[in-house]
């Protein structure tokens, strides 16, 4: 088996309302597809949703690195070389880890469909029966987050995660309406994104926020920053998770040097792929930290994709891939039943993709084949 053909389909997906965190707002999600086809007729589909402020690629520049740097290296491959596939992509051009995560997506959804097995059969088992994930909340006003607190909870969500790091004093104020309006049970956790900046801003609102039964504190600080971040964690009761400064392993060992982190956050986006994220898992299980998988706000095929790495991998103890729940439309079938997602055990990503609804919000399409 070989991979012969692949077609980029960039799309944007429409949010049900705008995303908001403390570096920008998102009234779509801007997604790049990859639709890997091989010599046996098998369609592997993946995707890429890259961050400039984390990843350092846009929708443009991960069309054309896939387009002319990294798709013509693939094709005559074997899926199942993940290994060499790997090698051969990071030999190619240097970073650039959502594109790279796209071929990594569509060669899993193409091996799970090859051998008849969904992707986490292929990577360890199911070792996770339920895969639960919060209810994400943008930044806003205090009342209106408190009030959207209380309906996500009544929808059934188990817990919630904050996006905060506009003003500290301001985000302190937030989190103490919501403590109040959700009662002291609920498992509440906070998303900096790198909003308060530097060690000094940071540590005062976070000894605040002890005082109200935080889960956690992500990114609090700069991406760079690990040596502050280690300071944070020296200096405070809260668990810190790493997010943006954990993208591949070289940074997963400095973390671990400087015991900079409690949790660190993967994302296939940020670290290339499935095959990436299963070695910073088992890297972090051997340093003693828990781990999550995050999304960028991407479909249901990447969300999937980061499912079946959590299904099979025990030291994933949280996952946080809602982008389907907050797209008003979506292109694949991922289910969620409050509060699980629900993977299948059909092969690969085992989610239906509607080529319909690509075409639909496709505002450009490249192909690139063998000769």
Known sequence: MKIVKADLFG????????????????????????????DEGLIGYGEAVPDEHVTGETFSSVIQVLKQHLLPVVLGMNPFSIEQIHHSLNQTIYANPSAKAAIDIACYDLMGKYAGQPIYNLIGGEFHKNLTFPAVLSIDEPTVMAANAKKALSEGYSYLKLKLGHDPYDDIQRVKAIRHAVG??????????????????????IRELESYDIAWVEQPIMIHDIDGLAELKKHTTLPIMADESIQNGYHLIEIIKKQAADRINIKLMKCGGIFPAIQLTKMAEYAGLSCQIGSMVESSIASAAGYHVAKSHKNITHTELTGPLLFSEDIGDLAYDLPFAA????????????????QKLTITKETVRLP
């Open 184 to 205: 002291p049970e609920v498992i509440i956790c906070v998303d900096i994104n790198q909003g308060w900046h530097n060690y000094s801003q940071a540590i005062r609102s």
């Open 11 to 38: 799309i944007q997906l429409p949010l049900k309302e705008p995303f908001i965190i403390s570096y920008s707002r998102y009234d779509y999600m801007p997604s790049i597809i990859v639709r890997l086809e091989t």
């Open 343 to 358: 993977l299948t055990s059909k092969p690969g990503l085992g989610i239906e993709v509607n080529m319909d609804k690509i």
